[in-house]
């Protein structure tokens, strides 16, 4: 059913007139033209379309944009907004990616793993990273980066 | 299949400087790549463009570097950079390396083979010493200094005899516009490497933590249209009828017939795929064809007569010799895809009757051709641009998406935007062909006597193996590289990652282990007492130290092996070990040691990072990914069914360099993925006593080998 969809998207008030069926991914990266966000499988496969509705960390070739009605959806674009966040950063200095095609869904799936867990354990973010495919083999250096970037938070708040 | 026509004369002189201004010019080639892979490269340029790189010190102090080469992931910007940082003087930020844009880039084929660091990088580093010669004569003019005196260093010149005599690049080419060629100016020794064996941060890693890295499918324009396109059920099937009514009524959607193709375009991707589902199609359906099982006996029966890729000695001597002490295998790899994340895509758009076309490729200028061909365009009036390609792996040389996007562009004379979804990714993929490899080897005395060797499918690079055997043979019929007969296999297949040597080592390693198995002997000591070979010798006993490997007959029952080989002259040792589960069949990974010869390392963390993908790429093939398929109907659709090596199945692992900074630069791209079938097929052996000969080594077949309790 078209109808207009209200959110907050990185922080800023959003309202879109849409069939509430599409998925988000389509409504971010075509009408909305944030293009952080991937297409990897189209089926909750992969992850590379990760984005974080609420606190969670969502796959949004398959969440209908109805869905975040009056909700807070965060994209890679809303992470590095005001300057690199500490994910990124670790991501950044451990070289944690090659064709970088995965790596936007990477670091929101570690994003919010770390709003829910800020001191996880290696099998914690193995477990919490594990539908998040890579195909050039970045996964060693993905672990490390998460594990860097809940050290450098301490704790903190994202 | 006929080759599109290769575009030629990319650059003329007049039209080059118009794009590339003032400043000095370095003009080189990337290498004589003829002579390495042959088969693989368009044809050369010919006239004016008789380089194929360049690189440019602007009146700005920046330094630019243009390749044809693509950046895949691999870290060629970064690469170049740094080679260019380090024999120019100048500070690696100061350096924009321009790839993949065939405007500004001269061709130089594409980008596959691991050729780039050995044939591209010693020829920028030349070209780099060439440019400060230039400069530094330039300078000794401008400050009465003879050249001998100077320094350099971040781009600006000084004379350390008078104090605030300097002078910056910048200044030097000032409105000027000076040409080189390369001549014989030597590069700097390692010893003085001040950037080279560095790590500096990537060059794309900013653009890429942050998500603002483009790729093909992340083009925007006013009016942009995205394509869906029928896609037949099965290769080979062929449209009857479709009807398009539905399709049509749906609001925003133009459907587009012609010359066979049907697709939808409409503003929103997802709204253009669910108008094509409304398209009602009638195919009809090709003969029927092997499927995964029976494909290994279907391509021995339709395999093109076999090579002789190696030969000496004499068999029947061989056969004497062994005196019955003969191991007999066949090894078998199913077909495997790229499957990298990013799906072939590609965005075309029309100005002035010139198009530009962003497409994920490996060879951007074999688009281009392909392009031109298609739509009857010349060279001035297509442009391809491929900046940042979201994986490639020997998948994307070919990118008919960006012919599909161009024409729809032409059509509906807007821009049009084609992104493959997954299911066309996998059913349009060119696979790593099923290979069979026949091995009849014999040992007398701990030595291999005889080796007699049929590949089918897998090609015939490092058929012939590298190990001191006196009497041997290897045939090899078919491969990757096309020229097998029609109906051989039921689809594509081409390069993938290390293409003919990952199936190739997998057989051989396996076989050397049966063979040392056979002899009662060690397989350290196997192979170090039938191998010459100084460099495979150096990696083998390097990897050997890493992991701490302790002599033992196999299986020992530990879970522990090894396998070595070459890659288009590199050379890699890998340990490994497994835990392999009785009752399931799985094989766990705990530990891979590798030892890579790759020659000078410009960059180690870019090696490694090379080496580490590598290995957890190669996992997939070995333990899970294996294409399954009815004739030419494609049922692997999505990672669901195919299944790519994940985040728990990271071993320990440790990669160690056999560095050699006064060698040449080799690729280190694809060489590390070649043993990792082998070492895993023989550490299984070494746990359970039971030796899997076919790839992938799925739970299934692992507990279909196991000996019965």
């Known amino acids: 059913m078209e109808r207009t969809i209200s959110f907050r998207l990185n922080g800023t008030p959003t309202s879109v007139r849409v069939d509430d069926q599409r998925m988000l991914l389509w409504v971010l990266r075509s009408d909305l033209g944030l293009t952080g966000t991937k297409f990897g499988c189209g089926e909750a496969l992969c992850g590379a379309c990760t984005v974080i509705v609420g606190k969670e960390a969502v796959r949004s070739c398959v969440t209908p944009v109805g869905a975040v009605e009056g909700k807070r959806v965060l994209t890679i674009e809303g992470i590095g907004a005001n300057g690199l966040h500490a994910v990124q950063q670790a991501f950044l200095d451990h070289h944690a990616f090659q064709c970088g095609y995965c790596t936007s869904g990477m670091i929101v799936s570690a994003y919010a793993l770390l709003l829910a867990t800020p001191h996880p354990t290696r099998e914690q973010i193995v477990r919490h990273m594990e539908d998040n495919l890579c195909r050039c083999g970045a996964h060693g250096r993905i672990v490390e980066a998460i594990q860097e970037a809940a050290v450098a938070k301490k704790g903190g708040a994202l | ?709």
């Open chain 2, 1 to 709: 299949m006929s080759r599109p026509p290769i575009a030629t004369s990319e650059l003329r002189r007049r039209d080059f400087f118009g794009i590339a201004g003032a400043g000095l010019f370095v003009f080189f080639r990337s290498g004589p790549a003829e002579a390495q892979e042959p088969a693989r490269l368009p044809t050369r340029l010919s006239g004016p463009g008789d380089f194929n790189a360049y690189l440019r010190i602007g009146a700005d102090g920046r330094v630019a570097c243009m390749s044809g080469k693509v950046e895949l992931g691999q870290g060629v910007m970064t690469e170049l950079a740094q080679v260019l940082a380090e024999e120019l003087d100048v500070a690696f930020d100061s350096i924009d390396v321009v790839v993949g844009d065939t405007d500004l880039c001269p061709n130089d084929g594409g980008t596959y083979g691991s050729m780039t660091t050995p044939l591209l990088v010693p020829n920028v580093r030349r070209a780099g010493a060439e440019a400060r010669a230039v400069l530094l004569g330039m300078a000794a003019e401008k400050l009465g200094a003879p050249v001998e005196r100077l320094q350099v260093a971040n781009g600006v010149v000084s004379d350390p005899g008078k104090p605030g005599a300097t002078v910056a690049y910048a200044q030097l080419v000032q409105g000027r516009r000076i040409e080189r060629r390369l001549a014989n100016i030597p590069v700097k020794p390692a010893s003085s490497f001040q950037t080279i064996g560095k790590s500096p941060h990537r060059k794309d890693a900013l653009e890429k933590v942050t998500g603002r890295a483009v790729y093909s499918g992340d083009m925007r324009f006013p009016g942009l249209l995205h394509a869906a396109i029928l896609r037949p059920p099965a290769h080979g099937a062929k449209l009857k009828s479709a009807d398009t009514s539905a399709a049509e009524k749906v609001a925003g959607a133009q459907v587009i017939r012609d010359s066979g193709m049907v697709a939808v375009l409409h503003e929103r991707p997802d709204l253009a795929a669910q108008a094509l589902a409304l398209v009602r199609a009638e195919f009809e359906n090709p003969p029927e064809g092997p499927d995964d099982r029976t494909i290994f006996e279907h391509i021995q029966k339709t395999a093109p007569l076999a090579r002789v890729v190696g030969s000496s000695g004499d068999l029947a001597e061989g056969e004497r010799l062994a005196a019955g002490a003969i191991v007999e295998n066949t090894y078998l790899n199913s077909y495997v895809a790229h499957a990298a994340m990013e799906t072939h895509s590609a965005t075309a758009r029309f100005e002035d009757g010139k198009v530009t076309v962003w497409a994920s490729t490996q060879a951007p200028f074999q688009v281009k051709g392909a392009v031109m061909g298609a739509l009857g365009l010349p060279a001035d009036k297509v442009r391809i641009v491929s900046h940042y390609v979201g994986g490639g792996f020997g998948g994307k040389t070919e990118a008919d998406q960006g012919v599909e996007a161009a024409l729809l562009a032409r059509i509906a004379g807007k821009p049009v935007q084609v992104v493959y979804s997954r299911q066309e990714e996998f059913f349009y993929d060119h696979f790593r062909p099923a290979a069979t490899i026949a091995i009849r080897a014999g040992v007398a005395n701990g030595k291999i006597v005889l080796w007699d060797a049929r590949i089918v499918g897998a090609g015939d690079r490092e058929g012939s193996p590298f190990y001191d055997i006196p009497h041997r043979r290897t045939l090899s019929a078919g491969g990757w590289m096309g020229g097998n007969p029609a109906g051989m296999n039921p689809f594509e297949v081409g390069a993938w990652r290390a293409p003919s040597v990952n199936s190739i080592t997998f057989a051989r390693e396996s076989h050397i282990d049966a063979l040392a198995a056979r002899a009662g002997v060690d397989p350290l000591e196997f192979r170090l007492g039938n191998l010459t070979h100084p460099r495979v010798r150096r990696v083998l006993e390097t990897a050997a130290k890493q992991f701490g490997w302790k002599a033992a007959r196999a299986p020992s029952g530990r879970g522990v092996g090894m396998a070595c080989g070459i890659y288009s002259n590199a050379c890699n040792a890998a340990f490994a070990e497994v835990a392999v589960n009785r009752s399931t069949g799985a094989v766990e990974v705990k530990r891979i040691a590798m030892a890579l010869d790759v020659g000078l390392v410009v960059n180690p963390d870019g090696m490694r990072q090379q080496a580490e993908g590598a290995v957890m790429m190669g996992l997939g093939p070995a333990l899970a990914e294996e294409v399954k398929f009815r004739g030419g109907e494609v049922l692997t659709r999505n990672f669901d069914s195919y299944r790519l090596a994940r985040f728990s199945w990271l071993p320990k692992l440790e990669i160690v360099f056999v560095d050699d900074p006064e060698a040449a630069a080799l690729g280190g791209g694809e060489p590390p993925i070649i043993t990792i079938g082998a070492v895993l097929a023989n550490a299984i052996y070494d746990a359970v006593g039971a030796r899997l000969l076919q790839l992938p080594m799925t739970p299934e077949r692992v507990l279909a080998a196991l000996p019965k309790a």
